[in-house]
Structure formats: structure tokens, C-alpha cells
């Protein structure tokens, strides 16, 4: 007698029943040829590992030990002290200052006080001719 009691015909047909209810006649075949897949390639994917294993071991054993014939000294560095965390200064704010504009001198040969022709008022335009 097994250490689980599964070799008994009854207990397998029982859990193929309680199988057959619980996931439907329709999804065991899929089901069962999912687990299949996936049992072989988990027993691939073992058999490369150990193969790999076996390489490993073949490769360490014939490779001789190296030996350093003049090692060159160590120098012992000083450990290094992690840098200070960043001073951060907060933007000053400075007011625009108003800034006047700056005055045009006219050209020469032309009288700064005279505004153009066309700025005088109609009623003080002159007229050509005798008024009455």
C-alpha cells in the first residue's frame, strides 16, 4: 500500500469524478494537455540544467589552477566621504524697476515746438485766399 493511499482504483476514479465536476467534460481535455505541455517542459528545461551542471564541473576539472607569479602590491585607498547634501538658496524676487523713457532730439534744421500739420484742429488751419 502506497504512503498516500493512491493505489487504489476507487481513489483515482473518485478524484476523476470530482475532476469532471468541477472544471466541465469540455475544458479537462485542454486541461490535461496543458499539464502535459508543461510537464515536459519542465523535465527539458531539468535535464538542461543538470547538463550544464555536468560542463560546468568537466570544465573545472581540467582547468589547471593560476598561480600569480609577481602579484602587484595592494594600495589601500582611504574610504571616501559621502558628499554634503546640496545647499539650495531660494530665488530672491526683485521688483521691475520703471524705467522713463529717454528723449528724442529732433533733427536738426526742424523746431522741436511745432507739431505736425495734420495734429492742429481744422478751425486753426489756414486757408489760402481772402476770408471775410
Do not use: C, H
Not at 570544465?59 to 545647499?87: D, M, Q, W
Amino acid at each position: 500500500m502506497g504512503a498516500a493511499g493512491f493505489d487504489r482504483p476507487t481513489t483515482w476514479m473518485v478524484i476523476a469524478i470530482a475532476a469532471l465536476v468541477l472544471f466541465g467534460y469540455k475544458k479537462l481535455p485542454d486541461m490535461s494537455r496543458s499539464v502535459g505541455r508543461s510537464l515536459r517542459i519542465f523535465k527539458s528545461e531539468m535535464k538542461g540544467l543538470n547538463e550544464d551542471d555536468a560542463a560546468r564541473d568537466n570544465k573545472a576539472e581540467a582547468a589547471p589552477p593560476t598561480v600569480a607569479v609577481n602579484p602587484e602590491p595592494t594600495v589601500a585607498v582611504p574610504p571616501v566621504a559621502a558628499p554634503a547634501a546640496p545647499v539650495v538658496v531660494p530665488p530672491t524676487v526683485v521688483a521691475p524697476v520703471p524705467v522713463a523713457p529717454a528723449p528724442v532730439a529732433p533733427p536738426a534744421g526742424v523746431p522741436a515746438a511745432v507739431p505736425p500739420a495734420s495734429a492742429q484742429p481744422a478751425e486753426s488751419q489756414p486757408t489760402s485766399g481772402p476770408t471775410a
